[in-house]
């Protein structure tokens, strides 16, 4: 029922910026919380960023100062704006969005992956 496509990875120099995009699509009644984890090889799936509906933010320590988390709830999306990248940020960035459905007679809130877009920085 619920789709996120993401884009905007891709590789850069260190100290350069990229912006990821994700969208949510298909039938839902509301979107909570949405965020951003990564995984490199090798690691743990961390959180990165997370922003409730009504722009209330967190990040997780390292990314802080660097990157922003943002949304556009009239197009369901939400960006993740990186600057001054780090080698060690170099990481699959995957979209997630706590989704509110209707399923009658109830609603109900899907946790909704996207499929991940690959960041990688040089030194």
């Known amino acids: 029922q619920v789709q996120l496509v993401e884009s905007g990875g891709g590789l850069v120099q260190a100290g350069g910026s990229l912006r990821l995009s994700c969208a949510a699509s298909?039938?839902?009644?509301?979107?909570?919380?949405m965020g951003w984890y990564r995984q490199a090889p090798g690691k743990a799936r961390e959180m990165v960023a997370l922003i409730t509906s009504d722009g209330n933010t967190n990040y997780v320590e390292a990314v802080k100062g660097r990157f922003t988390i943002s949304r556009d709830n009239a197009k369901n999306t939400v960006y993740l704006q990186m600057n001054s990248l780090k080698p060690e940020d170099t990481a699959t960035y995957y979209c997630?969005?706590?989704?509110?459905?209707?399923?009658?007679?109830?609603?109900?809130?899907?946790?909704?992956w996207g499929q991940g877009t690959l960041v990688t920085v040089s030194s």
């Open positions: 298909g039938r839902f009644l509301s979107t909570n919380i």
């Open positions: 997630n969005a706590d989704v509110r459905i209707r399923t009658l007679p109830y609603t109900k809130t899907l946790t909704v």
